[in-house]
């Protein structure tokens, strides 16, 4: 589900497997994303400010992407940003973007 709304966007998955499984959501971003607080960063670039939260049980890993030189010359830097989680059937993985 996507809902947007007061300048947020929040994204909801529900897990219908009839099973547990591990949850992944890979965020890309060309600005490394800083810590603010458990479970939620900012990102900032070109004056603008974006707050990321995720819902528990959601955690995050942060990591540098390795680009190639064209890609280098044209992103600059690019970072990865993991969401994950074990989630069990019937369950719902959130996230929030919000201005910060």
Request: avoid cysteine.
């Amino acid at each position: 589900m996507l809902a947007r709304g007061d300048g947020a966007v929040r994204l909801a998955d529900t897990v219908a497997a009839g099973r547990t499984i591990d949850y992944v959501l890979p965020l890309l971003s060309p600005a490394r994303p800083q810590p603010d607080g458990e479970r939620a960063w900012i990102v900032a670039s070109g004056g603008q400010r974006l707050r990321i939260i995720a819902d528990a049980p959601l955690s995050g890993s942060l990591a540098e992407v390795e680009l190639d030189g064209t890609l280098r010359r044209s992103w600059g830097s690019l970072w990865r940003l993991t969401l994950r989680g074990r989630l069990a059937d019937g369950a719902a993985a959130g996230v929030a973007f919000l201005p910060a």
